[in-house]
T-cell receptor, first 110, second 118 residues
Framework: DAKTTQPPSMDCAEGRAANLPCNHS???????VYWYRQIHSQGPQYIIH???NNETNEMASLIITEDRKSSTLILPHATLRDTAVYYC???????????FGAGTRLTVKP | GAVVSQHPSRVICKSGTSVKIECRSL??????MFWYRQFPKKSLMLMAT?????????EQGVEKDKFLINHASLTLSTLTVTSAHPEDSSFYIC??????????????FGPGTRLTVL
């Protein structure tokens, strides 16, 4: 079973920031938080991951609360091409499996 | 970035035939590869984990004799659906995780293979 909880759907206006929340209240100290997204009929695309500190890359920012029980993925300027299902996953270290939950279906509207 | 390919991208076959799907890591060596299955409007379900040169580890409920996995090299894993039936129709996705460098802590996914069994 997935160890994360995400809202089933969200809308965002084009050009605005999209903030996608994820709860992982049972996360262990050695588990990382990963975010992927899946556009219809394609394989999931890696976005970002982190352990304790906030992370930023060219795609997004990841904000992890101090107690690590929740996190937020931020797409700073959403475009129509960001419409996808976003998955938040926790897992231990390298080469371990990932368990996907239902994710959040983000719809970016013009 | 790391690139993972799958072949074929889609396949249609008759019931009772076997279908082989290839998963390749194109620009990195993959210690571990994973196979997932996804039904329409559902999330990905892990089927099995394979490490190069060893037997795959299957998830509970996945028949290892029906879904044969071979991970013969650090860049290639294959999934063979044996004696396919219509209920095996699904979207099959592989992922790979690297041996060294910055690919070690991230799974990269292939584009998926859509299997339709008539």
């Amino acid at each position: 079973d997935a160890k994360t909880t995400q809202p089933p759907s969200m809308d965002c206006a084009e050009g605005r920031a999209a903030n996608l929340p994820c709860n992982h209240s049972t996360i262990s100290g050695n588990e990382y938080v990963y975010w992927y997204r899946q556009i219809h009929s394609q394989g999931p695309q890696y976005i970002i991951h982190g352990l304790k500190n906030n992370e930023t890359n060219e795609m997004a920012s990841l904000i992890i609360t101090e107690d690590r029980k929740s996190s937020t993925l931020i797409l700073p300027h959403a475009t129509l091409r960001d419409t996808a299902v976003y998955y938040c996953i926790v897992r231990v270290g390298n080469n371990n499996d990932m368990r996907f939950g239902a994710g959040t279906r983000l719809t970016v509207k013009p | 970035g790391a690139v993972v390919s799958q072949h074929p991208s889609r396949v249609i076959c008759k019931s009772g035939t076997s279908v082989k799907i290839e998963c390749r890591s194109l620009d990195f060596q993959a210690t571990t590869m994973f196979w997932y299955r996804q039904f329409p409007k559902k999330s990905l379900m892990l089927m099995a984990t394979s490490n190069e040169g060893s037997k795959a580890t299957y998830e509970q409920g996945v028949e290892k004799d029906k879904f044969l996995i071979n991970h013969a090299s650090l860049t290639l894993s294959t999934l063979t659906v044996t004696s396919a039936h219509p209920e095996d129709s699904s979207f099959y996705i592989c992922s790979a995780e690297g041996l060294a460098g910055h690919h070690t802590d991230t799974q990269y996914f292939g584009p998926g293979t859509r299997l339709t069994v008539l």
